[in-house]
Every structure is written in structure tokens, then in C-alpha cells.
């Protein structure tokens, strides 16, 4: 069901988390909330716009992933177009036929007010085309993810699309299949600017200090310099590789010996069944995150863990002892 001739594919874009999510992935957690102001008061500030140039969303990519599930059936994106930062979107959007849904600037009282609005559409949707296939959910707010379970229940086969980073685990469990924004065709992540190395002013020549002038200048700086406060929050471009790279070595582990328990005692499995296997568990597995061209590239660079066997077009894995 995830890719017949038939299906039938609805996309639902919370443009927002998205939009946010990727300026934050761009320039750094929390920078879209730490510029929002700036952003509302002056979007052509020479700054600002290239900061907004820089973590623009590529729509085209979204729209392409989703497309190759199936026909289109439709296609919706939920925002305040009003907003400069989502404003820029609309030729593109529009280009696209994409239905622009308009949630005016939400209150205190409904800060949820897209979540809402969004998962109202699909299920009523779902009971309006009961021929719809799959439900595609562009975003990353773990609220989605009761709207991700009612959609299996009903019999959808259901894909989460979000920056990598920013969504929520939990969503990408809940959904049939996830895949990071980050590593669609066409998506890179932009260099940022390196800043300009300030000039150092010319030291003063020093004037002669007696040694209980210069004790009490160095306490006094002492007193004065704070100690230095360990930084809690790790920037998205220091996350070490080895963490996902360890994590999906697990995954494999895992698959390759629950598939050899359930076998009927067959050693060797199919690298089809095993990738499908380690997606069904964490929908969020991609060997491309991971550098790899191919899922058998992926399981022969685990040689300790696994090996392959290929003959002909037939790929085959079994676990070593």
C-alpha cells in the first residue's frame, strides 16, 4: 500500500512548524524565537533577510516526496499569510496548487489553533473520500500524533514529513513511514555566514606597576569576570553522527534477530524485508541520513554485526554469531 499504482495522497502542511523548525535547523535552536520580533517589525532588514533567505523552505521538495506515493488528491497548507515570513510562500504555494488556508494571528486562547483546524480537515476528509489512500502530516508537534493513530485505524497509510532536530520522537512512531525535510532531493543544509573577525585596538603601552598594584589589578578583574556557565543546550551542528550512527546499528541488530527468530529457522533474510522491518519500528530510519546510496551499502558497513550474500538482483542478510 505504500506505493501502489492507485494510491491516492492527501498533504496537509502545518507551514508554520515547519517554516520555524527550519530557520531553528539553519541559524541554531531557538533562533526563530529569539528574532521573532525583529522579524514582525522589519522582514527587509538587511539582516534579517538574509537570515530568512537563508532557511527558505524548498515547497517544491515537499510536494515532489508526496507525489511520488501517489495521485494528489489534494493538497493544504495552514498559516497566517499575513505574516511577512509566510507571505514570501504564496507565489510558490499557489504555483503548486496548494490550498492556502488562512488561521488568523492566534491569542493566547488558541495557541493551538492550526493543530486544531488542521486535524479537523483530515478527518473529515477521510469520511468525504473514503477512496484516499494516504495522509501525508508536514510537521513535527507530537499533538499530531493521536491524528497519525486515528489514520491507521481507518485504514490510512500514513507518512510524517519534519526537520530533523525538531520533531518529536513520538510522531515519527506513530506514523507508517517518516523522513527528515532535511533529506529530501534537492534539501541541503546552508553554510552559515562566518562573522567578521572584529579589529583588536593596539594595546597601550603598559605603565610601570609595583607588584602590589598588579596583585590588586588581577583580583579586581578576577571579582569582576563571572565564572563560566557550561552550556546546556547542544547546537544542532555539534549533535555527533556516532549517536545515529550507533542508534541505527542497534535497529539493525534488532531486526535482524527478531526476523531470524520468526524465520523458521532461515538464516538468511531479505534486504527488502529487513529495511522494511527496521521502518515498521522506527519510521524515522533513513541509511541516505546516514551517507549511505543504499540500504545494502548501510548493512555491509556493519560487517561485524552482519553479512551479505548477493546473487544476481537477490540481496541477502543474515546476523553473525
Known amino acids: 500500500m505504500a506505493d501502489s499504482p492507485d494510491a491516492r495522497v492527501a498533504v496537509y502542511l502545518d507551514f508554520d512548524n515547519i517554516v520555524m523548525s527550519w530557520y531553528d535547523r539553519v541559524h541554531g535552536r531557538n533562533s526563530y524565537s529569539r528574532d521573532r520580533q525583529r522579524i514582525a517589525e522589519n522582514p527587509t532588514d538587511p539582516?534579517?533577510?538574509?537570515?530568512?533567505?537563508?532557511?527558505?523552505?524548498?515547497?517544491?521538495?515537499?510536494?515532489?516526496?508526496?507525489?511520488?506515493?501517489?495521485?494528489?488528491?489534494?493538497?493544504?497548507?495552514?498559516?497566517?499569510?499575513?505574516?511577512?515570513?509566510?507571505?514570501?510562500?504564496?507565489?510558490?504555494?499557489?504555483?503548486?496548487?496548494?490550498?492556502?488556508?488562512?488561521?488568523?494571528?492566534?491569542?493566547?486562547?488558541?495557541?493551538?489553533?492550526?493543530?486544531?483546524?488542521?486535524?479537523?480537515?483530515?478527518?473529515e476528509?477521510?469520511?468525504?473520500?473514503?477512496?484516499?489512500?494516504?495522509?501525508?502530516?508536514?510537521a513535527g508537534d507530537s499533538d499530531y500524533v493521536?491524528?497519525?493513530?486515528?489514520?491507521?485505524?481507518?485504514?490510512?497509510?500514513?507518512?510524517?514529513?519534519?526537520?530533523a532536530g525538531s520533531t518529536a520522537k513520538s510522531l515519527a512512531?506513530?506514523?507508517?513511514?517518516?523522513e527528515?525535510?532535511?533529506?529530501?532531493p534537492g534539501v541541503t543544509l546552508p553554510e552559515k555566514p562566518k562573522p567578521a573577525a572584529a579589529a583588536k585596538p593596539e594595546p597601550e603601552p603598559a605603565a610601570e606597576e609595583t607588584p602590589a598594584k598588579q596583585r590588586s589589578r588581577r583580583a579586581s578583574r578576577a571579582k569582576q569576570q563571572p565564572p563560566a556557565e557550561e552550556d546546556t543546550l547542544v547546537p544542532f551542528d555539534e549533535i555527533p553522527p556516532e549517536d545515529l550512527?550507533?542508534?541505527?546499528?542497534?535497529?539493525?541488530?534488532?531486526?535482524?534477530?527478531?526476523?531470524?527468530?520468526?524465520?523458521?529457522?532461515?538464516e538468511w533474510l531479505h534486504t527488502s524485508a529487513v529495511?522494511?522491518?527496521?521502518?515498521?519500528?522506527?519510521?524515522?530510519?533513513?541509511?541516505?541520513?546516514?551517507?549511505?546510496?543504499?540500504?545494502?551499502?548501510?548493512v555491509k558497513s556493519r560487517e561485524g554485526l552482519a553479512e551479505v550474500q548477493e546473487s544476481g538482483h537477490e540481496r541477502l542478510v543474515r546476523l553473525k554469531d
Open 146 to 163: 493521536p491524528l497519525a493513530q486515528r489514520c491507521k485505524r481507518l485504514g490510512r497509510y500514513v507518512i510524517g514529513l519534519g526537520v
Open 47 to 123: 539582516e534579517i533577510a538574509e537570515r530568512l533567505a537563508l532557511a527558505t523552505i524548498d515547497v517544491g521538495a515537499v510536494i515532489d516526496y508526496a507525489a511520488s506515493f501517489g495521485t494528489l488528491v489534494l493538497t493544504r497548507a495552514y498559516a497566517d499569510w499575513s505574516s511577512p515570513v509566510n507571505a514570501i510562500y504564496r507565489s510558490q504555494l499557489v504555483g503548486r496548487a496548494v490550498d492556502l488556508v488562512q488561521l488568523f494571528p492566534a491569542a493566547a486562547y488558541a495557541k493551538n489553533g492550526a493543530d486544531i483546524r488542521l486535524a479537523v480537515d483530515v478527518v
Open 173 to 178: 512512531a506513530a506514523c507508517d513511514q517518516f
Open 275 to 298: 529495511k522494511q522491518h527496521m521502518r515498521r519500528m522506527d519510521p524515522s530510519f533513513s541509511e541516505k541520513a546516514l551517507g549511505f546510496r543504499s540500504f545494502t551499502d548501510f
Open 245 to 266: 550512527h550507533a542508534a541505527a546499528t542497534r535497529l539493525l541488530e534488532r531486526a535482524l534477530r527478531l526476523g531470524r527468530d520468526q524465520g523458521d529457522d532461515a
Open 125 to 138: 476528509d477521510m469520511f468525504r473520500l473514503p477512496d484516499l489512500t494516504h495522509v501525508v502530516i508536514v
Open 180 to 184: 527528515a525535510y532535511d533529506t529530501l
